[in-house]
């Protein structure tokens, strides 16, 4: 076997596999597998027994639909079988439609929507600089190799990480873009006439443009990224044909998302001088493809050896323990002083400064609202991480949200580093795709949003956030908290820390008076829902409130002395809803139905809690721009107002 | 007065209105004014006495931060009065902290959220050139100019409307970017080193870099824009100093988003020959600023005349009032087959090419998924728009799903074409920030979302929506529309037609019974919600039910002939809600507390309607790749399965 043939072993699996599911893109895959076949058998750094290995050089699939590509590939390493290929996007198998890294060893990440491979891409490549400059750029010299497709290419996310790789010079990170222009819609010329040469060494990328079907220009290219003395990111822009290899549909976009038609399938398999049978591989092409696989496990053992002997230095096993293990136990907490309010985004600000002693891996930023993000201590005390210092942990991201975000994924999935970042709660609008795609891939990422309601004032509707924290609650695995002040903001933000999922945290721009409870009860904000003033009656009215409002919530209740009035903090409806039926029930008693909402937000969801018939305070249009205090009593936030509102309601019930 | 202390006089204001409001950003506004001003003075088209004329040029000011310039400027135009400037940022004042277009005249788009004013500013470019191509490109010679700062180029949002504009060879765009380096974190080059020179023209711009405050230079800059014989979109990178003019603070971040210190004010105005006292407009400065009102009035009058011979042509006239009017009356209707299930997304692309005929002016495509979201029918009849034919309508937006949608939002705001856009629902993510900028604005976008559950299958979670309906129908003033069946359709198609708001309409990918209904009934789904199915006796169940799941709720009832059953297609919660009182009841009866929704998405939100004690058969969790048979079973969508869900339920209140 020789690597041509081995490749069109490889092809043949793509074509299978399509075909037997009667669902898939074999076009792209076919004209990418020259490149990813001669990385995967030459020079992608990985251990053949362990798909887990820390050192290994990173693989992503940008271009998700490709996903027969890796899968092919990944039965010739070793971790899926044949039958895995059998059921490709099946129920339940290890070869879904777009590659998941929850379901395949070998799968870094999951990709599919478009750009966002390559955007977190970006965060890969930052937390290996950063474990290289805290550990030794011997230890963590791991590149990470991006493929993808004319679609990635487009995607706003893309191009926007990639200025940002660009600025910081991430040399340890490799583009290949398959330029086989051709996309579900036809030519590629229908919409795009970009000089990307132009384009990314405007962005400070290498840029090399190499025939990708010629294995001796691709092998250049790939040794060029190997090789030393390089300073920035490096494309590889190769142009392909879609469809490479097959008998007649070579070029056609007909082969973009749809299996060949069966004598196309045929005759293609024919002229790659394949067997005619299904899923064909034979041991020689498996041999051919694991030629240096000896090579890469003496190289595996060797870094081992390697880590072995500097883990006998105490201070650097001390800080690799403490990078790769999730221990909070010692984290120290903030007293604030009780008399004076703190806005939530200032305690957010507080504990991250805090936080960046106490956790080296903690690493992130904001998206250029660090001044009112309240992450410029943080910033102060760790510095940017730049070209020139690796080792910092400061992002300044520029207004870069979504690539942020991706970014931030990235990094979680690399491992050995803690991600936040940081924006308006608006403006969690832009980066959503990224936001969602962390909880399907539960992706610890601590998403700082700030400004959470009307309250902002001045900046107007565009800034308010209206409808933010409702639609975030929506996304499955995504954990949404607005906590009322600043000692539950540190609780949060602890939750969000040992969680396994992401998290966004919702700050107040105004200041929110510090909630008179003890800090033992305060602790509860950690279960999504907990009882912070009640009355030694059996209480009639429930007032439910999150945020800012919890305050309001106590004001109401102030005014209603003549009823006995609960209020309820409810900062994480999802850590609230998993919590015992009994603990639900104690602070939320079924029987108790007269249940009062109040969130500066939209009320469309906070039924499921008060019913149908309970009163929902919120915000259910656009704001405007003024001072808040005339929001406040324009939209009916005063305590006068709220309780009023209370008793219409009970008296029409 | 000459240029220069008109100048002052503006940045007078500009600190005025900032230091009065407390709030606000003096410094971006400074920087820019040369520009603006020269811009605003000599080459902006536009009628002194009308901001809506037609054939007007558009500014746009995608810094919308900096609203003090334009609010400025509009006082000098006379639009706004001196005590709208001393109400800036106070509630119900035309002078909002970000430009609102339904506040204030002269305002062409709202801005604020970054990068988006760019963007719509190439559905503005798309807009003229192709009723230039209509009605002749000597009534529509309109430019776009856009003003923009750092921030704004960062967004990705911009790079990818800038790609997509290069590439259509908008030569009646021009981008002016206020190049002042400095950010609310500080110095841009904490997280930006691009050559923004090489990458527009990557994008296929062409490119000017001047000084921003030599007038010379912006003066030839301008009129190399207004040249003929240019055929490409026009970049103006003016490098300018942040707080220009002020008297210590020159070049400070400090000035980004907050006032000139007193003293600092008092200085600056002393350095900038101002006199001492609060919103100083003299005669002279405004007199100076209106130098060419006469020449612009009489170029108004001339238009006016020349459109007026124009319309004596009856085809001219006709084909005009076509665009600029809606009348809908004359839309035929598409009769499908009854008997022959059709995918709602089929149905969708039917009617869009029966409409390519019946409206001239209906202008749009999709982000690249042109076979699956079903324009391609569309798209063949009328042509794709580019560079050489823009009298075509199909755009073929690439993978640019955020771009599309804002550059819709602009083709709406220019007026005369009636713009939509599709994707992939799952990839409302993606584009959601402008459409919920479109809402703000009350636009009439029509958004096309195909592939609206699991039951795309194959693709996967990050494919499969489970959260989106839900989420977007949180977005006030959106509509959220998911028909039943190609008939339901077509009535919510003409519905989101005639709504001057945006619409998202939600298809299936798998095909659909076409209900049993007439077609009168149907007609109802223009009121958001109606009853399909009854029981002769009084209902004691009713489900509720939205796009495909309103068969599956019929197939359940038939599973449950010993109940009395009633079935409501829900397909537009807002219009429903918006229904009269009595309808409303007539459809729901309020007594009737036995509510079970079904719907292949989120359960959260669906409260609203069933009560917290009513069943919500839904889907909390995402997906997995398998065809949707196989997931439908596995999520409890099959009739017998919900059957049984629902006698658990009644057997259990």
Redesign the interface.
């Given at each position: 076997m020789n690597d041509i043939q081995t490749i069109n072993v490889l092809k043949g699996l793509v074509i299978d596999g399509v075909s037997k599911?009667n669902?898939?893109h074999p076009g792209g895959a076919m004209s990418s597998m020259d490149f990813a076949y001669l990385l995967f058998s030459e020079y992608l750094k990985f251990d053949p027994d362990n798909p887990g290995w820390l050192g290994r050089d990173r693989f992503i699939l940008s271009a998700?639909h490709e996903s027969m590509l890796i899968y092919s590939l990944l039965q010739h390493v070793g971790w899926l079988e044949m039958d895995d290929l059998k059921k490709f996007?099946?129920?339940?198998?290890r070869t879904?439609?777009?590659p998941?890294n929850y379901m395949t060893p070998g799968v870094e990440c999951?990709?599919?929507?478009?750009?966002q491979g390559a955007a977190m891409s970006v965060g890969f490549a930052i937390a290996a600089r950063h474990l290289g400059a805290k550990f030794g750029t011997e230890v963590f010299k791991q590149k990470t190799w991006v493929l993808m497709g004319?679609?990635?290419m487009?995607?706003?996310?893309?191009?926007?990480a990639a200025?940002?790789a660009?600025?910081l010079k991430l040399d340890n990170l490799v583009w290949f873009y398959d330029r086989n222009k051709i996309?579900?819609?036809?030519q590629?010329d229908?919409?795009?006439?970009?000089?990307?040469?132009?384009?990314?060494?405007?962005?400070?990328w290498d840029v090399l443009e190499v025939d990708g079907h010629d294995h001796s220009k691709l092998r250049e290219a790939m040794d060029h990224a190997q090789s030393t003395g390089r300073t920035q990111p490096l494309l590889i822009i190769g142009d392909t044909t879609m469809a490479k290899g097959a008998f007649s549909m070579e070029g056609s976009h007909k082969t973009h998302?749809a299996p060949l038609p069966p004598e196309e399938k045929a005759k293609t398999k024919e002229k790659m001088g394949l067997k005619d049978e299904e899923f064909y591989a034979p041991e020689d092409s498996i041999n051919h493809f694991r030629r240096n696989f000896d090579k890469l496990r003496s190289e595996v053992k060797q870094w081992h050896a390697m880590l072995d002997e500097k883990m006998k230095d105490e201070g650097f096993s001390e800080l690799y323990r403490q990078c790769f293990e999730s221990d909070f136990s010692h984290l120290k907490d903030i007293a604030w002083d009780r008399s004076k309010p703190v806005a939530t985004r200032n305690a957010f600000g507080d504990v991250l400064e805090s936080w960046a002693d106490q956790l080296p891996n903690l690493m992130g930023g904001?998206a250029?609202?660090?001044?009112?993000n309240m992450t410029?201590a943080f910033a102060k005390k760790v510095g940017?991480f730049?070209r020139d210092h690796h080792g910092n942990r400061n992002l300044?991201?520029?207004?870069?949200e979504?690539?942020m975000s991706a970014i931030c994924n990235g990094m979680a999935l690399h491992g050995g580093v803690i991600p936040f970042d940081a924006t308006f709660l608006?403006?969690a609008?832009?980066s959503?795709?990224a936001l969602?795609?962390g909880?399907?891939q539960k992706v610890r990422v601590i998403h700082e949003f700030t400004h959470d309601s009307f309250y902002l004032?001045?900046?107007?509707?565009?800034?308010q956030p209206?409808?933010h924290v409702?639609?975030l609650?929506?996304?499955?695995?995504f954990l949404v908290m607005r906590p009322a002040d600043a000692f539950e903001t540190q609780v949060l933000m602890k939750t969000a820390l040992v969680e396994k999922r992401p998290s966004a945290i919702c700050l107040s721009r105004q200041k929110l008076p510090i909630l008179d409870i003890d800090l033992d009860t305060v602790q509860n904000a950690g279960r999504g829902a907990y009882v912070v003033q009640d009355t030694e009656a059996e209480p009639n009215v429930i007032l439910i409130a999150t945020g800012a409002e919890v305050a309001l919530a106590r004001a109401t209740a102030a005014e209603l002395t003549d009823l006995n009035v609960r209020v309820v903090s409810m900062p994480c409806w999802k850590i609230f809803d998993e919590q015992p039926q009994e603990y639900r029930d104690e602070v939320l008693p079924p029987r108790m139905v007269k249940r009062v909402s109040i969130e500066a937000g939209?009320t469309?969801?906070w039924?499921?809690?008060?019913?149908?018939?309970g009163l929902n305070i919120g915000f259910?249009?656009?704001g405007?721009?003024?001072?808040a205090g005339?929001?406040e009593k324009?939209y009916g936030f005063t305590p006068d107002q709220t309780a009023k509102k209370v008793r219409d309601w009970l008296a029409q019930i």
């Open positions: 599911a669902s898939g998700g996007r099946q129920l339940h198998s879904p439609g777009h998941e999951t990709t599919g929507p478009l750009g004319d679609g990635c487009q995607e706003g996310v893309t191009l926007g200025s940002l660009g600025h996309q579900i819609s036809g590629i229908r919409s795009v006439s970009d000089d990307y040469q132009k384009i990314f060494e405007g962005f400070g998302g904001s250029d609202l660090e001044p009112s410029g940017d730049d300044a991201f520029g207004v870069r979504f690539p608006s403006f609008d832009y959503r795709p969602r795609l909880a399907i004032g001045e900046d107007g509707p565009t800034h209206v409808e409702m639609s609650r929506l996304i499955p695995d939209v469309l969801g039924q499921k809690y008060t019913g149908s018939m259910d249009q656009y405007h721009s003024a001072p005339d929001l324009l």
